[in-house]
């Protein structure tokens, strides 16, 4: 200790901090000053002085942050912001601590969604492949909102639509599976099915075929009060070309944007939707 510091506790009635030089080494062997003085709540200053006064050599600057690096990616329950093990990324994703987890991105952290995701199918997630939320709530992490991807060029392709449009026929348990009939017309009264989609008997209509319109515009028009514009193109968010219930058709400007994120965005749109309702039919 310094004269200057011995003569600043005498004046201040403090005394220097009790401990041996042997236990003091061996805590400055694998700690920093920092974490020694946390431990045993005392000031830096204490450890600073204590090492000085037994004439232990004291580790340069970046020595001593690697020490605590090292510490602190080993033992983050000593840490102070400590959360359990459920931090966020920052981008909406959760992560949590599994050190020993092969897909660990950084301290030991693991994406939550890929942990749950092999806990339900009971194998890891294949190389290569991304798991994907169904409803675009990244913190949503049960089972039945992650589906497997083969790549990330899947991701942003028609792949994704699909999952989602199955995703939703899930949700809606009346809805009927999809039925694949045959291409020719097959006549049912006034209603015919054209490949997959249905035409009723309207003449009247701008957009009529020898006097048939597809049954999911007319629908579109009467819950939306307007007529749909020649140029857009209405989809069925649950992929079954004629289900044309109202809450499921959407309107898309274009045939463009029918096949760009704006289907995806409207069918994570129209889960939330049906969860919602869900979890609220639920509430006693």
Known sequence: MTAYSELYNRICGRKAWAISKQELAKLYSNKSITQIANEYSVSTASVWN???????AIRSKSSGLKISWK???????SQGNWKGGHVSDGKGYVLIYQKNHPRTIKKGYVYEHVLNWEKAHNQPVPKGYIIHHLNGVRDDNCPENLALLPSKQAHSTWTIIQLLQK???ELEPNTKEIVLLPCSKTLIGKRYY???YV??????HP?????YVFEHIINWEK???KEAPLTSIIHHLNGIKDDNRPENLKMIPSRQEHTTWTIVNLQRQRIKEIELKQKESAIP
Request: charged residues 40%.
């Open 50 to 56: 204590a090492l000085k006064r037994y004439n232990i």
């Open 71 to 77: 510490n602190r990616s080993k033992a983050p329950l």
């Open 167 to 169: 995703r939703i026929r």
């Open 194 to 196: 054209d490949r997959e």
């Open 199 to 204: 035409r009723v008997y309207a003449p009247d």
């Open 207 to 211: 957009r009529g075929k020898h006097g």
């Open 223 to 225: 819950a939306n009060k």
